[in-house]
C-alpha cells in the first residue's frame, strides 16, 4: 500500500482524497490525450483521466492489470477514486487496462507522468513509496502429525489472527 508521510490522514479514503488535492490531474491528461484514441468506429475509449487514475492505482498497490480490475470490483474506495459507478458502468477490464498502460510504454510516458507528480509532492511535503495489498485469506490444514511421515507439513505454519491461532497457509496469488 502506499504510505504517504507529511500528511496526517491514515485511511485509504483519507489518502486518496490527498491525491485528489495534489495530483495534477488535467495537466497529465494533456501529456496523454496527444496520443490517446480519438472517439470514431468501435467501442468509444474510457476516459483519460479515468485511465490515469487506473495507472496510478497500479502504482501505488503494485497491481496487475487483471488484479486493479479486481480491485475495482471489490473496493468501494478504488472506484469512488476513479469514478466508476458500477449501478451506471463496469469497470474497465484488464485488456482494456493493458492496452492504455502499451500506450504509455510506447510514448514513454509512464516515467515521465510518475516523475511530474513525485517532484509535484515533493515540492508539497509529501513522499509516496509503494508496497503490497495482503489478503488475509488462511486454508487450514490438520494439525496433527498421524500420517506417513509422522510430521507435519513443512509448507504449513501457524498464524494467530485477532485472538485465535490457525494453522494452515496463505493462498499464493499470481498478480
Sequence with gaps: MMVLSGTRKDTTAGVFGEM??????QELCALIELYYPKPGNGRPPVGVERMLRIYFLQQ???????AVEEA??????MRQFVGID???????DETTVCKFRHLLEEHRLGAK?????????????????TGTIVDATILHAPTSTKNREQQRDPEMH????????????????SG
Excluded at 501505488?60 to 487483471?66: A, H, I, Q, V, Y
Excluded at 458500477?86 to 474497465?92: F, I
Excluded at 501457524?158 to 496469488?173: A, D, E, I, S, V
Aim: hydrophobic residues 35%.
Design 113 to 129: 507522468i510518475l516523475g511530474t507528480v513525485n517532484l509535484h509532492l515533493q515540492a508539497r511535503g509529501v513522499r509516496i513509496t
Design 60 to 66: 501505488w498497490f503494485n497491481l496487475s492489470d487483471p
Design 158 to 173: 501457524q498464524t494467530k489472527k485477532g485472538n485465535q491461532w490457525y494453522f494452515g497457509m496463505k493462498p499464493c496469488r
Design 86 to 92: 458500477l449501478g451506471q458502468e463496469p469497470a474497465p
Design 20 to 25: 485528489e488535492q495534489v495530483v495534477p490531474w
Design 72 to 77: 475495482l470490483y471489490d473496493s468501494p474506495v
